[in-house]
């Protein structure tokens, strides 16, 4: 019993010697190679225990002085003042519809064609009103025969001159109005009348399809077009940030479908009325379009202050962009680094970014967030 104790004991201090042993060995391979960066995360998901801190060199948040922004966001919409309705004064019934919405349209562009009995009605009119002017014209050459020879008293020649004067005036009028209908030709009138594009610029609205009746004015307009070479942005900006709006300054505009490109607009308007649920004015600036701005598109706006503000600036590799956040790492005392959210502004020279908020002139920060990014995730 106590042999078998004895060489228990014996086997056990053997192995412990060979595991020693293989230990030194491997020590030994591997002497002179710099020890593994281990980086351990705590309970607090943002904060990083390092081993070798030195390893990731940090950097210091410089001053930056520029002018005070204001961001907003708004919407592309059509100038008011440039958005012509299309009316057809004649009633009738659509035979044929040669523009789409969308489309883009000159002035004068036949849009739609109408078939209505009004020109015939007109046309009546026009053609009784110059047999009248032909009478009355016959009359008066009449008249003046025999008032010059006596016959008849001035007064009766006056009448007459009034009458012809009269008709001419009922031949213009009908004839004006034959065009109004939109019948160009006064000998043959056509029963088919042509709706054309008061201006030139895009089909906004389409009221109108085939077979469908047109009632004239007081009905819903066949099309609505918009000259888009200007366009206005309409943005809310809030009660406590109105001071910062001011008419007629400039503003900076970056459609959501185009960041890369950058469009200066003339802040025209601020709203008188303020909407009582969120506290918002909307704002008018008035942009010229290259061609890429379209009704309903999202875009924000930036409005640059008056006043001179100091701001944090700091190399563009020590922000991290993660899962559509900015974030930096700082120290944190004892070995170990928080990762802060921060709130990234514009592009500066030497590589530099703006920091808006999150970061403080003079706090340290890891230079290169995206190396310390990768050890972590090893």
Same mark, same amino acid.
């Given at each position: 019993?106590?042999?078998?104790? $004895? ?9 412990? @010697? ?12 591997? &002497? ?23 390893? @990731? ?69 026009? #053609? ?6 032909? =009478? ?24 007459? &001159? ?19 209908? !939109?019948?160009?030709?006064?000998? #043959?009138?056509?029963?088919?009348? &042509? ?27 066949? $099309? ?9 942005? =309409? ?27 950058? @469009? ?33 598109? $999202? ?44 709130? !990234? ?25 995206? &190396? @310390? ?6």
């Amino acid at each position: 019993m106590n042999r078998n104790i $004895f060489v228990t004991v014996v086997a056990v201090f053997s192995i412990g @010697f060979c595991i020693a042993g293989c230990g030194e060995d491997k020590l030994g391979a591997n &002497e002179g190679a710099p020890p593994a960066t281990k980086v351990e995360s705590v309970q607090d998901r943002n904060l990083f225990t390092v081993d070798h801190p030195d390893r @990731f060199p940090l950097t210091k948040a410089v001053a930056h002085e520029a002018a005070s922004e204001l961001r907003a966001t708004g919407t592309v919409t059509p100038d008011i003042s440039r958005t012509v309705p299309v009316i057809s004064i004649a009633t009738g019934r659509v035979i044929e519809i040669k523009a789409r919405l969308g489309d883009v349209v000159k002035k004068g562009q036949t849009l739609l064609l109408v078939q209505s009995s009004d020109i015939a009605g007109a046309y009546s009119d026009y #053609q009784k009103a110059v047999a009248d002017e032909k =009478l009355s014209q016959t009359q008066l050459e009449r008249a003046k025969l025999l008032y010059d020879k006596g016959v008849i008293s001035l007064n009766d020649f006056q009448v007459a &001159e009034d009458t012809d004067a009269k008709a001419k005036v009922d031949v213009k009028t009908s004839a004006e109005k034959l065009r109004v209908l !939109g019948s160009a030709n006064l000998d #043959q009138p056509s029963g088919t009348v &042509e709706v054309r594009a008061p201006i030139s610029g895009v089909i906004t609205d389409q009221q109108v399809t085939n077979a469908a009746g047109v009632a004239g004015l007081g009905s819903p307009n066949p $099309f609505t077009i918009s000259d888009l070479t200007s366009v206005w942005i =309409l943005c809310d900006v809030y009660e406590n940030d109105l001071s910062a709006v001011h008419p007629g300054e400039k503003a900076d505009i970056r459609l959501n479908a185009y960041p890369d490109k950058t @469009f200066t607009g003339t802040i025209s308007n601020i709203g008188p009325i303020l909407d009582p649920n969120i506290r918002t004015s909307k704002v008018r600036i008035e942009v010229p379009n290259p061609g890429l701005m379209r009704p309903g598109m $999202f875009v924000t706006a930036t409005f640059h202050g008056r006043k001179k503000e100091t701001k944090a600036a700091v190399p563009a590799t020590a922000i991290l962009h993660l899962q559509d956040r900015d974030w930096v790492y700082i120290p944190a005392g004892d070995k170990t680094l928080r990762r802060v959210e921060v709130k !990234g502004g514009d592009m500066l020279p030497g590589n530099m970014q703006e920091i808006l908020s999150g970061v403080s002139v003079g706090q340290d920060v890891v230079s290169n967030a995206l &190396e @310390f990014q990768n050890t972590v995730q090893q």
